[in-house]
């Protein structure tokens, strides 16, 4: 081989070896960034060339699939159920509105690209086609399906989870949309300007609300667990009290007399849990809300954009008791501008029923391939240690307890202990207008699942008799 070659085949060599170079790196050290990117496109329109994976309920129901479209493209159709779980699943319109939701999420493996470098090669040497992984999610269709049918035409939201594994079986968001009609531009833009019901917003993630009472299980563990409390702890149940230069009444103006943590937590006594509050003090409260996972965004499968965070919020954003002097008497009640979304109260729910340990939420069971083979399986992943086992097993009592013969008799289930907590937390006084609650889980002896339920905005009512009943409803679907 004469000089001339060798040259032109070392400068074709170097060529070569800086494309891969350059490819490695767009593809797998900056994907990450580049995907970020808003101006970058590249992700959603890779879509019109990809068989995209399917998704699929818990019980292999499928719910979005891409079909053949216009020559080689592909276009994403949506089963009729997936009306059904719109917010957990999203929508994927790379041409269009974009995409949301798990679809959003999971972009990576649908699209065939979580593994770019391998890909690259395989494309290279083997002619790879552009076919992505299919996505098994958690969820439970028929729960999902009672959830929706009980909030009826309530706005609210239902989160359902395993307390040992954070399997999220429920998410349930009312109003919701039907993904398959968001193809039309119109339906979108009608659904983004209903400013009254805002469909696509998910009301289980996004909707930050005042936790009212079912707050009083955070304060009750941080009581008892830092060892200021026990469950038999005596206290002044009379109303009203004054905290903070204001008077607090208890509801409906009932005054009690010496009771225990126990009865106070069974009869919603407010006047109690906000000296509780005030004793325990902003350090330790402030302690106990972090390690629920308040003031973070919660570790869940699921689009950034679309989580919300928890905590106590002023005109300038998130402040917490230890730093800012607030009202901490209110804030062990639920007041006080402390707001949450459904998921993080599932998630003090869950942390209870397994024995003080909080785990990851995650929407997503297992990720395949095109073979059937399993690519990921989202193993259960524990988050911390929240409370010591035997808080988590006295303050379970505490909340069987509230179900048994308190505010929640009405989330009772026979044969099935419920241990659980209402919630009526005010938000127009002068109208009736209250955020209604009830969180809880079932069996309470050995916890299945743990379930959050809201009602948005409700005209009347309490937590104990909206939202409780709600409860017990998809329990019984899920644990029959």
């Not at 289980?204 to 026990?230: C, E, H, N, R, W």
């Not at 524990?382 to 097993?393: G, L, Y």
């Not at 889980?441 to 309490?462: H, N, Y």
């Amino acid at each position: 081989m004469n000089a001339p070659i060798v040259r032109l085949f070392l400068v074709f060599m170097v060529l070569f070896a800086g494309l891969v170079g350059a490819t490695s790196w767009w593809t797998v050290l900056a994907a990450d960034s580049a995907r970020d990117n808003p101006k970058n496109q590249r992700d959603l329109l890779k879509g019109l060339e990809v068989r995209r994976g399917a998704i699929t309920s818990a019980g292999g129901t499928e719910l979005a699939r891409s079909v053949q479209g216009p020559g080689d493209t592909y276009e994403r159709e949506y089963a009729p159920e997936a009306e059904t779980v719109s917010h957990a699943l999203g929508y994927y319109y790379p041409l269009g509105i974009g995409d949301a939701g798990t679809e959003r999420f999971r972009a990576d493996a649908l699209s065939g690209v979580s593994d770019e470098l391998d890909t690259f090669f395989e494309q290279i040497v083997g002619g790879r086609p552009d076919v992505g992984d299919d996505v098994r999610t958690n969820l439970d269709l028929d729960a999902q399906r009672v959830a929706i049918q009980q909030l009826g035409d309530r706005k609210g939201a239902v989160v359902v989870m395993e307390p040992d594994t954070g399997r999220v079986r429920v998410m349930a968001s009312v109003p919701g949309y039907d993904p398959a009609a968001l193809e039309d531009d119109d339906v979108f833009t009608d659904l983004t300007t209903d400013d009254e019901n805002s469909p696509l917003l998910n009301r289980a993630t996004q909707s930050l609300y005042p936790p009212g009472s079912t707050f009083k299980v955070l304060t009750a563990v941080a009581a008892i667990d830092s060892g200021k409390f026990t469950p038999d702890s005596v206290l002044d149940g009379s109303s009203p009290q004054t905290f903070s230069a204001t008077p607090l009444s208890n509801f409906a103006g009932q005054s009690f007399g010496s009771v225990t943590l126990t009865q106070a937590l069974t009869q919603s006594i407010n006047t109690v849990w906000a000296e509780v509050g005030v004793q325990i003090g902003d350090d330790t409260m402030t302690e106990y809300m972090e390690r629920f996972g308040l003031y973070e965004e919660p570790p869940i499968d699921y689009p950034a954009a679309q989580v919300e965070v928890s905590g106590v919020y002023d005109d300038e954003g998130l402040v917490k008791p230890a730093d800012a002097g607030l009202d901490l008497a209110r804030i062990a009640i639920g007041q006080a501008g402390l707001v949450t979304t459904p998921l993080q109260m599932a998630m003090i729910a869950a942390a209870v029923g397994n024995d003080g340990v909080l785990m990851e939420p995650h929407l997503t069971r297992e990720i395949t391939d095109r073979d059937g083979r399993t690519v990921d399986e989202i193993e259960p992943e524990r988050v911390r240690r929240v409370m010591s086992e035997q808080t988590a097993q006295q303050v379970t009592a505490m909340m069987r307890n509230v179900v048994d013969s308190g505010s929640g008799v009405a989330a009772a289930l026979e044969g099935t202990g419920v241990a659980g907590k209402t919630g009526t937390a005010e938000i127009d006084i002068a109208n009736n207008i209250n955020q209604l609650w009830f969180i809880a889980f079932a069996p309470s002896d050995d916890p299945e699942v743990a379930i959050a339920v809201t009602v948005e905005r409700a005209v009347g009512g309490q937590g104990g008799q909206v939202a409780a009943p709600i409860a017990r409803a998809v329990l019984e679907s899920l644990l029959d």
